[in-house]
Structure formats: structure tokens, C-alpha cells
């Protein structure tokens, strides 16, 4: 038993870092509509830009995890603008649209690994003291991960309820012909979604690779999968479903392994097939808030 | 790549592969210019190239992916091999080049690469590589063209392989698993965890390091096979602490065992005595997971278990100093895998001196002729006192950087092994007292 809540609580933090990266992919996607598979290098060069900043700088973890996300935020805008927009704006296909963030994403990768070369990085950071809580083990770091992703989700969910922005965001997901009609700038609230994925991009890339311990040239896009399947599990483009997937796949991915490490994956995916199959659409179909029409 | 494009591909790499096999080579030739496959899949007199046209040794690893170092690793050595032949005028005058084949680390990628560089590949003597993930889909292929294939893979299915064209230049992992065995219970270690990744080139080694450790009298108190590049081993991390193993037993990638020693050091508040097989002292391992437990933690508790090197001598000199030449990162001189493969390229080369020919269909019979311990048989340790002895009439056994290489029936030259730590001060792993072969049982 003793185990088990042992890995509860190694799950809470798996799982943070996959909401924050799921609620950022499915984000952009609930505006845009995109399926951006370059999401998992947008996370890498973030990792990458808080490694200089702590190398080079002598930042401490932190400021290097905003360093991160800001990175993430520019490098989300312009692939945006630069490579996605000229696409879209040319009435490419969605499938084919899937297959340029493919081509963005390996192009990503491969200029990385020149830069970065075949080998890893590590911040380096010292070993902590254990704290028990409730039976399970985390250290200050890790509970700082689960504690920004809840303090980013509740910030997402204030966004979306008390700004402009967040209701502009939500009326563009809803029907985006309608909310440019009535006034809406659309073309600033698809790039504040680019933003704000980058952001939570950025911020995943870097808690990924504290809580990984080192990360290279593909990291990032390693981790893609998981990320994909809590936002599918919650019903793509609907963030607080991504947050319910990424607890279920983290959990269960960890408790899992108590019985077979090369469980984890197992269960996690049997269970993302079974809640398609019995709702296709995700777990919050219907109560979608982020769905949308593509832009700009 | 479409259907027609395939059939293409392979179509022409037949006709390469037969070309090879319908060439011959005069013995009494010492411009020993047939044979090899050009560029058009003709032999060298079919090419006109006269006498002085360049050889290749196609590199065929990943050199892109997460086993990019594999690559990287092959390049050197082919790269260190050919300054040094042709430093000693080439192979009976040829040139040798080294072209890299990128097969990604991914059988799907690795097929299609291998019949290009089959068809495209000017003269091509040998393959160095792929690695074990690759070596399944390709071999087939490799084998079809009758071209020599050194490889470092550890996989004991070869271990009784029947293909003469098959040379396996470093242990199998059978041979590892009662080393990695006989130095664990050698350390007083009777209770340990096993952890080792689900990949194929670690799973070859489980089966017999737990029969091997049990008959010394050990027992196994926590067996984990883990999936690799996982977001976290927390949980495994726990049921081997779990279980009080006095140390644990292993391979784990770079990625990995970053991961999960970084989360038992953190769980632990230290971490346990950690014998790894040879994959620790691959180049990306210790920047992946010095810097993750820091590198004076893993220089204490970290011991891989992995092929002897000789380290010293005539032979280690001018491997080094070609690497020197090459700017290749000295840190590779004392991996046994890249002297190793550097070995097994001199000795394809005096293989063809021996036969005077650069057919591989020919010169294939005396690889292992060359580096053959028989009475009367004149030790050289680099390729120009090998060419020089066997110009003299003599026979040759060449002792190389990684030491002896004697290939036995089914073409594995099987080495001792030695348990390596790594020295923060020297940057590297360093070897220690050789172990015996087969445990000593």
C-alpha cells in the first residue's frame, strides 16, 4: 500500500508536467485548429535557451524557466507567422497542415542536434532533502513543478473567465467567422493562443528537463506522445480536459509500475483507447470551450 | 519512397552484389585492382581507373537520432584507419575513403540507406556497422552483396552465425554476463537488483548474467526491466530501494539512467554501488548522467563492465595519434569499441595485401588470417609493418589498439573483459585488473 501511495505522489509530478504541456498544445489548437506536432521541439529549444541562461548568465532555476517560457512564446509566435500563416492563408488542407508541423518539427530537431551535437545536457542542479507528505516523497523542486502548473492552470482558467482576452479567445474557438463579425480582432487572439502555448511549452520543456535530470537535441519530442494523449484523453482544444488527462496518464502510468515498469505505457494508452471508445470525441465532449475555426 | 523506386533500388543492388561475386583477382597482381564494385557496379578494370583508384569502407550507423554517437563513434575509427593506410601509401596503392551511411537508428531507415550505398558507393571493400537495432533488417542485405560487415554488436544470437562475410570485432554479450556476474559477487555483493532497459541489446544480456550470478551464489533480490526515455522511473526507483539491494546490476542508455540514478540519488539520499555493462562507457553516457548525479558521485559508484583495451604500446600510439590527426576527441582513444573498430578495418586492409586483391569474394578467407597468433608468425602492431612483413614473405599476426583480435568459426573475435571507472581528474574511463574469461567457471 505503502508503494502504491509512493507512487501517487511520483505521478502528481509526471502528471503536472504533462498538463502543462497538454493545456499548451491544446490551446493553440482549440484557436488555430492546428495540430501542431512541432510542439515537443518548441518545448527542447526552450529547455535549451534555460540551459544557456543558467550556463551563460549564472541564472538561477527559475528566472531560467522564464527565460524558457519567453523563449517558447517567440519561437511559438514565429512559426506562426512565418511558416503556419502563409499555409493556412493559402486554404492548405488540415492533413496537409499536419504534415508541415512534421517538416517543422524535424527541421527543429536537426538544427538543434548541429548546434547541440549527438550528446546531453544537464542543469546540474544539487541534490535536495526528501519531504514526506501523506505517505508520498517529493523534493522543494518538485513541488515547485506541481505547484506552477496548478498556479498556470488557475491563471489559464481566470484568463478565460474574468479578461477580454479569455472571452475573445473563447468566442474565436467557438465560431471565429461570428467573432470576427461582431468586432472581435481575431488575428491578435489566435496570436495571443501562440503566445500563450509557447509559453506553457516553454515552461514543460524546462520542467521536463529539472525532472528529468539531462535532455538533448530530442527530448522534447520524446515526450510529444504523452502530451497528445492527455489532451486527446480530455477532448482536444479543451484545456481543463487536458488537465484531467494528464492526472489519469500520470497516475496511472506510475502506479502501474508497481506491478511492471513496462506497464506504464500499457495501461495509460488501454486507458485513453477505452474512454475514445466510449466517447470518441474525449472525455469532455460536448463541454468544449476551445473548439474553433481556423484564422487569421 | 515509392514501390517502383524499392524494386529499383534493389534491383541494382543485385547487380552490384552479383558483380562482385563474378569478379576475380589475379594473385600475382600488385596493382590487385578487380574486384571491388564501382560506382556503376562494375569492377575497377571495368571502370578504367587504372591502378590507383580510391577504396570505401561504407560507415552504415546512425548519425542522426538518439544514437547518433554510434556514428560518430565509427566515423573516427574509419576516419583514424584511413590516415594510417594511407599515410602507408593506401591499399596496394588505393586509397581508402570512409562515407558515412546514416541509417537513423531505425530498421525502416536503415534497409533502404544500405542498397543505396550498395549501388552508389565507389569500390566499396567493406561496411562498417550498423549497430544492434539495425544489424537484424540489414545483415540480409549485407549478405546478398557479399561485402565484409565489421560490427560491435552484442547480441548472442550471432554467436554461432554461419555468413563469411559477418565479422564481429568485440565480445558477445554471453561472453558479458558472466563478467558483469563474476565482478559483482567478486565485490562481496550477494543480494543485488537488476535493472536493465526492454531493448533488445540489453535483454540479451539478462538470461545469462542471472544463471551466471546465481551459480556463484548470489541472489537477485529485485529484477526490473524498464522502457526506455520514460518522463520518470520514480516508481521503479522505489521498489528497488524497496528491496535493500546491496547494489545494482544493469544497462540502461544514457537518457535512462540519467533519470532514473538522478531519482534514486534523490529518493536515496545517495546513491548504491552501480555496475553497468559496456553501454556506460559509450560516449554519450557519461555526459548524460555525470552531470545528472554529478560526475564525483558517479565516478565513485558507477563500474562498467566492458572489453579490455590495451592502452599502451606501438600499436595504441599511432591509433591515437591518428585520432589526434583527425581532431577526434582523445576521450575515444580509450574506448574499446571505437579501437576495436579501427582494428578491424587495418586488418580488412591487410587482408586484401595478404591476397593481393581487393575483391571481397577473395580477400575475405584471410581476415582472419591476418591477426592469427600461429607459431613463426611476425607480430605488427600498425598497418605498414604489416603491408612491410607480408612484402617480405612473412606471416602476419597484427596485434592492434584494442589488443588481440583472434576470430574464432563464427567470425566473433572474443576479448577479455575489465571493470572501468571514470576518473573526474583524467575525464575518463580508465580500466582496471582483467577478469576471467567465463567467469572462471
Known sequence: MSQIVLSLGFGLVTASILALGAVGFTLQFGVTNLFNLAFGETMTVSAFVAYLAMVSLHWNLWWAMAAGGAAGMVLSLLIS???????????????????????????????????????????????????????????????????????????????????????????????????????????????????????????????????????????????????????????????????????????????????????????????????????????????????????? | MTLMRKRWLAACALTAAASITAAGCSSSSSGGSAGATGSSGGTAQASGAGGTYPLTAGVLHAFTGQNAFFGLNAQNSCKAAAVQINAAGGIMGHPLNCSDYDTKGDPADAVPVTQRMLVSASHLVMVVGPDGSDIPSVLPVLEQAKVPELNTVG??????????????????????????????????????????????????????????????GGTIVKALTVTPDTTSYQTEVAAVLAAHPQAIVGEMDAQTAATFLSEMRQQHGGLIPVIMTQRAIQGDWEPAVGPAIGVPTMARYVTAIAPALQASGTAFTAFSTALTSIKANQFQAKNPFVAATYDGIVTVALAMDMAKCTDPGTFVADIPKVTAPASGATVVATYAQGVAALKAGKTIDYVGAAGAMVFNQYGTANRPYAPWTYSAAAHNWLMGTLLPVNAGL
Open chain 1, 81 to 296: 507567422r512565418l511558416v503556419y500563416l502563409p499555409f493556412l492563408r493559402r486554404g492548405t488542407s488540415q492533413f496537409a497542415m499536419v504534415m508541415v508541423t512534421v517538416a517543422v518539427s524535424f527541421i527543429l530537431k536537426n538544427v538543434l542536434q548541429i548546434f547541440s551535437g549527438a550528446t546531453y545536457y544537464s542543469y546540474q542542479l544539487p541534490p535536495e532533502r526528501p519531504i514526506r507528505i501523506l505517505g508520498m516523497v517529493f523534493d522543494a523542486r518538485q513541488l515547485t513543478i506541481i505547484g506552477l502548473a496548478a498556479a498556470s492552470l488557475l491563471g489559464l482558467h481566470l484568463l478565460f473567465k474574468y479578461t477580454r482576452l479569455g472571452k475573445a479567445m473563447r468566442a474565436t474557438s467557438d465560431n471565429g467567422p461570428l467573432a470576427r463579425s461582431v468586432g472581435i480582432p481575431t488575428d491578435r487572439v489566435v496570436s495571443a493562443a501562440w503566445l500563450l502555448s509557447g509559453l506553457f511549452a516553454g515552461i514543460a520543456g524546462v520542467a521536463l528537463a529539472v525532472d528529468l535530470g539531462t535532455f538533448g537535441s530530442t527530448t522534447g519530442g520524446s515526450y510529444l506522445l504523452p502530451i497528445v494523449a492527455a489532451a486527446v484523453f480530455g477532448s482536444v482544444g479543451e484545456p481543463y480536459g487536458a488537465v484531467l488527462g494528464a492526472l489519469v496518464i500520470g497516475l496511472a502510468s506510475e502506479v502501474a509500475a508497481n506491478y511492471d515498469p513496462q506497464l506504464k505505457d500499457v495501461v495509460a494508452f488501454a486507458i485513453l483507447v477505452l474512454v475514445l471508445l466510449l466517447r470518441p470525441d474525449g472525455l469532455r465532449a460536448g463541454r468544449v470551450q476551445m473548439r474553433a475555426e481556423v484564422t487569421a
Open chain 2, 155 to 216: 547480441d548472442p544470437r550471432y554467436d554461432t552465425q554461419t555468413s563469411p562475410d559477418f565479422w564481429r570485432l568485440t565480445p558477445s554479450d554471453s561472453t558479458q554476463a558472466p563478467a558483469l556476474a563474476y565482478y559483482t559477487r567478486n565485490q562481496g555483493y550477494t543480494k543485488i537488483a537488476e535493472v536493465f532497459t526492454s531493448d533488445l541489446s540489453a535483454q540479451t544480456t539478462t538470461t545469462p548474467f542471472q544463471n551466471t550470478f546465481s551459480k556463484l
